[in-house]
């Protein structure tokens, strides 16, 4: 049997193409996962040059020790959020800075992570495996607050459904599986639209991110990492469901923007200047040839800004 692959790295040529990494530069993996991107840039270092790869996950660490042995590299076991503070204590900014954000191959395969509804394990879904799980949240919550998370995070149509699924199933016994909460969701989900394609998908999303907080994280992450650019650096982001880009592609769209006075003034009184500029107008997405490689790639879509 083949060894199982921690994390494929998603449109890896077209990352290394946007970091245009400097061999003496300093470059931030916030997401490292197993530390496949992380290698790659870290292997286009010379003497002078350093890369941070960060993750939350203790797995991922692991895995990115073994991944980075010998190469200019630090490791931290952090959340993406404090990639700031990492940059201040070693009194530096950055050349470029990665997030690869969503879940890594290893937290699906792993089934004992509770992320994936193919495999029964304790639903867990932790990323930085501390905190309340996701069982936690089904057992909770109410039905208004479980809809909620179900149709904000996971764009879930029948949300209220599944909600009351949930709510009355664990007023027998507490949910306690991934195969359990993917049973209850098929049943608040009409039968045609179970047909099209696996219904618990979204749900799954929308609890993962509840449970992870990966949107106020994102939020937070992406003004830290752009304030920690030198001028010339790059911020290249992975993104893999619409709710994750529709924020990056929003606040680079703030950055990238100049005068912002009325269109009938004469000249501008704003002053206002663009921060950044696009390296490319539209996300990338992944080759034909990267999607028979790796399916999971279908979602991606990468922005790329540069820090003026």
């Not at 304790?122 to 936690?136: I, K, N, V």
Request: net charge negative; hydrophobic share 40%.
């Amino acid at each position: 049997m083949a060894e199982q692959v921690y994390h494929i790295p998603v449109m890896l040529r077209e990352v290394l193409e946007d970091l245009a990494v400097k061999p003496d530069g300093i470059y931030l993996d916030g997401t490292a996962g197993g530390g496949n991107h992380s290698r790659a840039i870290a292997e286009q270092l010379t003497e002078g040059g350093r890369l941070f790869a960060m993750d939350q996950d203790p797995d991922a660490i692991a895995e990115a020790g073994r991944n980075l042995a010998g190469l200019p590299a630090e490791l931290v076991h952090a959340n993406f959020t404090e990639l700031g503070r990492v940059l201040a204590e070693h009194g530096t900014k950055a050349d470029g800075i990665l997030l690869d954000l969503g879940v890594s191959s290893h937290e699906l395969d792993e089934g004992s992570r509770g992320f994936s509804y193919h495999q029964d394990a304790p639903l867990d879904m932790r990323m930085s495996q501390e905190g309340r799980t996701a069982a936690e949240l089904v057992n909770t919550l109410s039905a208004a607050e479980l809809s909620d998370i179900l149709f904000r995070y996971g764009e879930e149509k029948f949300a209220r459904q599944i909600a009351a699924q949930i709510v009355a199933a664990r007023e027998i016994k507490p949910i306690e599986t991934t195969l359990e909460l993917a049973e209850l969701i098929k049943k608040g989900v009409p039968a045609k639209a179970r047909r099209d394609k696996n219904p618990c998908k979204k749900s799954f999303q929308a609890l993962r991110i509840a449970v992870n907080d990966e949107l106020n994280c994102l939020s937070i992450a992406l003004e830290t990492a752009f304030s920690s650019l030198k001028p010339g650096g790059r911020l290249v982001i992975l993104t893999f469901h619409s709710l994750e880009d529709r924020i990056v592609k929003q606040a680079f769209a703030g950055w990238c923007t100049g005068c912002t006075c009325p269109p009938e003034f004469p000249v501008c009184v704003c002053g206002h200047k663009p921060e950044g500029r696009l390296l490319h107008r539209k996300p990338l997405t992944a080759t034909a040839e990267e999607l028979e490689r790796n399916p999971r790639s279908r979602s991606a879509k990468l922005r790329s800004i540069e820090k003026l």
